[in-house]
């Protein structure tokens, strides 16, 4: 189903996930705007019928996210917001800086914030949307040496949940995805080989989900979805 003068926007554009989002919006479109500190983004899929509009965006500064979302109503309603940003480094928590641990947070929990909320005014005014948040296994569980994941991961299901309470009966459909598995991609490209077929998560395959939950009836709404390869213990 293709839409005509509507926008969507996705916070968080990197060569993965958020290209894919990116991607798979464009195709149904939608006027999409990427944002990413750097302004990275793919170019318009060949099938596309929208447009990729790339924006640099920090979605720790409130005036940035604001501005986006204003672009973004400018150029027609706004129909989706995906939050998709986030930072991690690995540490032991005797070894973790308090700073890169108030960054991770920041950009993964108070980020994801801000976005909800821009898209939430602007959704408002037309009494529908659908503003998507990404999560991961983090989400549920702090692993050792996870600490500056998990922490706003966990944070950004509650807001996530908050929304989802708040917004639903206004018609806004507010979902969490769990992404529990590593997603395919250069990086880990062995992994796959070594671990066998489709034993990392797709980036396009969730962007088809993520598609899904946008186009779902408000008489079955999804608030969570989780998703993992099919080898994936858990």
């Given at each position: 189903?293709?839409?005509?003068?509507?926008?969507?926007?996705?916070?968080?554009?990197?060569?993965?996930?958020?290209?894919?989002?990116?991607?798979?919006?464009?195709?149904?479109?939608?006027?999409?705007?990427?944002?990413?500190?750097?302004?990275?983004?793919?170019?318009?899929?060949?099938?596309?019928?929208?447009?990729?509009?790339?924006?640099?965006?920090?979605?720790?500064?409130?005036?940035?996210?604001?501005?986006?979302?204003?672009?973004?109503?400018?150029?027609?309603?706004?129909?989706?917001?995906?939050?998709?940003?986030?930072?991690?480094?690995?540490?032991?928590?005797?070894?973790?800086?308090?700073?890169?641990?108030?960054?991770?947070?920041?950009?993964?929990?108070?980020?994801?914030?801000?976005?909800?909320?821009?898209?939430?005014?602007?959704?408002?005014?037309?009494?529908?949307?659908?503003?998507?948040?990404?999560?991961?296994?983090?989400?549920?569980?702090?692993?050792?040496?996870?600490?500056?994941?998990?922490?706003?991961?966990?944070?950004?299901?509650?807001?996530?949940?908050?929304?989802?309470?708040?917004?639903?009966?206004?018609?806004?459909?507010?979902?969490?995805?769990?992404?529990d598995g590593q997603i395919h991609s250069r990086r880990?490209?062995?992994?796959?080989?070594?671990?066998?077929?489709?034993?990392?998560?797709?980036?396009?395959?969730?962007?088809?989900?993520?598609?899904?939950?946008?186009?779902?009836?408000?008489?079955?709404?999804?608030?969570?979805?989780?998703?993992?390869?099919?080898?994936?213990?858990?």
């Amino acid at each position: 189903m293709q839409v005509k003068n509507e926008t969507a926007v996705v916070v968080g554009v990197g060569p993965g996930l958020g290209s894919a989002l990116v991607n798979i919006f464009a195709k149904q479109g939608y006027s999409v705007f990427a944002a990413a500190r750097g302004e990275s983004a793919p170019d318009a899929p060949a099938s596309s019928t929208g447009e990729i509009i790339r924006v640099k965006c920090d979605a720790t500064d409130p005036a940035q996210v604001e501005d986006l979302f204003s672009k973004a109503e400018r150029h027609g309603p706004l129909r989706v917001a995906v939050f998709n940003a986030g930072v991690f480094q690995k540490a032991n928590v005797v070894e973790t800086d308090p700073a890169e641990f108030e960054r991770c947070w920041r950009v993964g929990c108070f980020g994801g914030f801000l976005v909800g909320r821009a898209a939430a005014k602007a959704m408002l005014k037309h009494g529908a949307g659908t503003i998507l948040f990404t999560g991961a296994t983090a989400s549920l569980r702090g692993a050792a040496g996870f600490a500056n994941l998990a922490s706003p991961k966990f944070a950004l299901r509650a807001v996530a949940q908050s929304l989802a309470r708040e917004l639903g009966p206004k018609g806004i459909h507010v979902a969490h995805a769990i992404i529990d598995g590593q997603i395919h991609s250069r990086r880990y490209a062995h992994l796959a080989d070594e671990r066998g077929p489709d034993s990392l998560l797709d980036p396009t395959a969730i962007a088809e989900a993520y598609l899904a939950l946008h186009r779902q009836p408000r008489s079955a709404w999804t608030q969570e979805l989780d998703l993992r390869p099919w080898v994936e213990k858990f």
